[in-house]
């Protein structure tokens, strides 16, 4: 397959020979990488030759291996908790399985087949991404709770990731309204409505997929004054989205670009909802101090603004504050951490109805445990941390990502309480209710690693066995 890329680089189609550098920007690999599929040994993971022969739009009859086949499987056999899930519950409900989804996701996934290769001088090796020890055969690793993992997968992530990159990379210019809104205005609303959705439950690489359009078709001159709401939430989730794929410096200009659309808008409940990104931002470089700041002061502007604030608004502000708390406990402000979830937790009983999602936001008092959790964790505050999340019930957060959120925080505490596979369980009950938010997520692989590296023996085994099922390597 190395020697099909440097073959498609160098077609005599293309006028003049099509760059490592400019392939890579494809699939959002660097050039090195690229160089070292052309010129390593060949590839017989399946799933990668796949990929490269769908980017390559070499025709089916030409491969030299089976393309994988579909297995249909429904979302609820993926999803079920295992016996040594069920072993240790942490919460009230016993980590149970994830209610039915309100979000449309494919549960449909691709066998991987051994390759079918017609030469016979090819030795076994595993992923750039994977060691030896992930290079068994799918029948010969523990399946995850999650359904099997295509390998193809990270690298259709880092394709679509490449485009969400370009988009907001692009020169931005705020678009003046026009006083008839057209006809699509009402799709765009559903698009981006439906996108929020994606995020909320996990589906990053859904989110990755449709946003991209969704932002270039926002800067249509021709909208009407709506787009501006539209634009502002929109960058709300392009700005999660990148800090979730670990590029901190372009989610800090998705963040600007929505609180330009929500300024222009100009309600007050959308100009602090971008706020939050905002902070999300400057926490994520490390700017905690400055985060705290600007959530308190976002929070107290916008009751300011209102007066006497609705549910929705309320939320906002719930949520702002909350966002404060967990940057104050990253600066060790401790005092200044408490009075952030005391405020919080008062506005959700002020609230009342239980936890909603009102304006995306997914407060209400069971999301103020799970940040206290969060800064209790980040405090070195394990036991109380424990403490406070076997109070929880999982299913009154709204959002599947807060869940898986709120039990890897969980196996965060565990591990530094050393209580290594109960640790494993919360993750793997993660996995179930986000899949995403454990398999293609930086924190949460760095804590299984942990776990296959400092655990007792047998939970080593564990971790690097579950490791290896959802593609990460240990």
Not at 280 to 302: D, K, P, V, W
Not at 349 to 364: H, I, L, Q, S
Request: some cysteine.
């Amino acid at each position: 397959m190395g020697q099909l890329i440097a073959a498609y680089r160098h077609h005599p189609h293309h006028g003049v020979p099509i760059s490592q550098e400019t392939v890579g920007h494809w699939v959002n690999m660097s050039q090195g990488q690229i160089s070292k599929i052309e010129t390593r040994r060949p590839e017989l993971h399946i799933a990668r030759l796949a990929f490269w022969a769908r980017l390559l739009g070499i025709p089916a009859h030409l491969l030299w291996f089976d393309l994988p086949i579909t297995n249909g499987r429904d979302a609820a056999s993926r999803t079920a908790p295992t016996a040594t899930d069920r072993h240790t519950p942490i919460f009230p409900d016993g980590l149970a399985s994830p209610p039915a989804s309100t979000y449309g996701e494919d549960a449909a996934h691709d066998q991987e087949p051994s390759v079918r290769h017609r030469t016979e001088n090819h030795a076994r090796l595993g992923t750039p991404q994977t060691s030896a020890r992930c290079a068994l055969a799918p029948s010969q690793l523990p399946a995850s709770n999650g359904g099997p993992v295509e390998e193809g997968d990270d690298l259709r992530r880092r394709a679509l990731l490449a485009t969400l990159i370009t988009v907001v990379a692009s020169p931005f210019s705020h678009v003046a309204a026009t006083a008839n809104p057209p006809a699509n205005a009402r799709v765009l609303a559903a698009r981006v409505r439906r996108v929020r959705s994606a995020y909320q439950h996990s589906s990053y690489g859904q989110a990755l997929q449709e946003l991209p359009s969704i932002l270039s078709d926002l800067a249509n001159p021709a909208l009407d004054k709506p787009v501006d709401r539209l634009a502002a939430e929109a960058y709300q989730v392009a700005s999660g989205l990148l800090l979730k794929s670990d590029q901190p410096t372009l989610a800090a200009v998705a963040a600007e670009r929505s609180i330009v659309a929500a300024q222009a808008h100009g309600s007050p409940i959308i100009i602090a909802s971008s706020m939050r990104a905002v902070v999300h931002g400057l926490m994520a470089a490390g700017h905690f101090i400055q985060a705290a700041n600007l959530a308190s002061t976002a929070a107290t502007q916008m009751m300011r603004d209102v007066g006497t604030p609705s549910d929705d608004e309320a939320a906002v502000y719930g949520a702002l504050l909350l966002r404060g708390a967990v940057a104050a406990a990253h600066a060790e402000d401790r005092a200044r951490a408490g009075v952030l979830l005391d405020e919080a937790s008062a506005t959700a009983e002020r609230v009342g109805g239980g936890d909603g999602n009102a304006n995306w936001t997914a407060f209400g008092p069971a999301n103020v445990l799970a940040h206290r959790v969060a800064v209790a964790v980040e405090l070195g505050d394990a036991g109380a941390a424990v403490d406070v999340a076997s109070t929880i019930n999982l299913r009154e957060l709204a959002a599947p990502e807060r869940r898986a959120v709120v039990l890897l925080d969980t196996a965060r505490a565990l591990t530094q309480w050393g209580k290594y596979e109960r640790a494993l369980d919360a993750i793997q009950a993660a996995e179930r209710h986000a899949p995403e938010e454990v398999r293609s997520r930086r924190p949460a692989h760095s804590l299984i690693n942990t776990l296959a590296q400092r655990a007792p023996a047998p939970v080593q085994r564990r971790a690097r066995d579950y490791s290896c099922s959802i593609g990460i390597d240990s």
